[in-house]
């Protein structure tokens, strides 16, 4: 599986943004689905995930500030970013399991300016 992910960029406290990821693989037969970050000097950490059979869960930080969805037809997943503050500052990546197989797609850069 191939993942494309994209819309990172540079935004100010309290803003939103939008995080997209294509797959190569017909999405509704990825088990799972998820978005990472990783900030400077940190591990990177699971932000959001989404099964095949629609279960999403939640970091505790991004609660009620994200969210995660997907489009079938167009085999992408989503990350939607609101109220954004400088501790969601860093690296995003896409990833999917796929069985056994786990994939990432390359990171996307997030920066919040406070």
């Known amino acids: 599986v191939q993942l494309q992910a994209s819309g990172g960029g540079l935004v100010q406290a309290g803003g939103s943004l939008r995080l997209s990821c294509t797959t190569s693989?017909?999405?509704?037969?990825?088990?799972?689905l998820a978005w990472y970050r990783q900030a400077p000097g940190k591990q990177r950490e699971s932000v959001a995930s989404?099964?095949?059979?629609?279960?999403?869960n939640y970091a505790d930080s991004v609660k009620g500030r994200f969210t995660i969805s997907r489009n079938i037809d167009n085999n992408a997943v989503y990350l939607q970013m609101d109220s954004l503050n400088p501790e969601d500052t860093g690296v995003y990546y896409c990833f999917a399991q796929d069985g056994r197989l786990t994939y990432w797609g390359q990171g996307t850069q997030v920066t919040v300016s406070s």
């Open positions: 693989k017909r999405i509704i037969s990825i088990n799972k």
């Open positions: 989404l099964t095949s059979v629609g279960i999403r």
